[in-house]
């Protein structure tokens, strides 16, 4: 679907973000018809078989669909971190010619540093999928260090679940008042 004019169809308000509703997707005649519909496709395809987890698929609700651009020697995305709670399964697709790759961390044993397990190479048109896992020990953890001279394109759209945000604030609330207390 894509090609060299991914700039243009960024700068055109095709860009952005937006939610869509997992049983209301846009018509395939548009790009991003087309896009989520491929999606669904991978989530039909591949959930059960990468995810080693809960099964969530139940849970499904919306997706969010993302065009990023991240500017060379970027501070903003480097930090390692999980994807939040609401978010099921992502899928990431390397657009621009340059980029640097994703990498992929875990943390095997309570109170041990992260190990790599895996970095994804950047190469134009590749996607790759990882099904988020929660918690600390062996949770899904990521960081893009776009430390190129060259902006960075993603289009990344995450497959999500509803979240009761008021349960939400009440846990991040309570993980913070015990990190306070260490």
């Known amino acids: 679907y894509l090609s060299s004019n991914y700039k243009d169809i960024f700068s055109k308000g095709d860009g952005g973000r937006s939610v869509h509703q997992f049983d209301k997707l846009p018509d395939e005649s548009s790009l991003n018809g087309k ?17 080693h987890g809960l099964d969530k698929s139940d849970l499904v609700d919306n997706i969010i669909f993302e065009w990023r651009n991240t500017l060379p020697y970027d501070k903003n995305y480097r930090n390692v971190h999980p994807d939040s709670a609401a978010k099921i399964m992502s899928v990431v697709y390397y657009i621009s010619s340059h980029g640097v790759g994703t990498t992929l961390l875990e943390r095997v044993k309570e109170g041990e540093p992260m190990i790599v397990r895996k970095t994804i190479e950047w190469k134009p048109n590749r996607a790759f999928i990882f099904v988020r896992k929660g918690g600390d020990v062996g949770a899904t953890y990521h960081k893009a260090e776009n430390d ?4 960075r394109f993603t289009m990344n759209l995450a497959i999500c679940s509803k979240v009761d945000k008021k349960a939400y604030r009440e846990r991040f609330r309570r993980k913070n008042e015990r990190n306070k207390e260490k």
């Open 148 to 151: 190129i001279p060259h902006e």
């Open 35 to 51: 896009i989520l519909s491929s999606v669904v496709k991978i989530w039909d395809d591949y959930y059960h078989d990468i995810n």
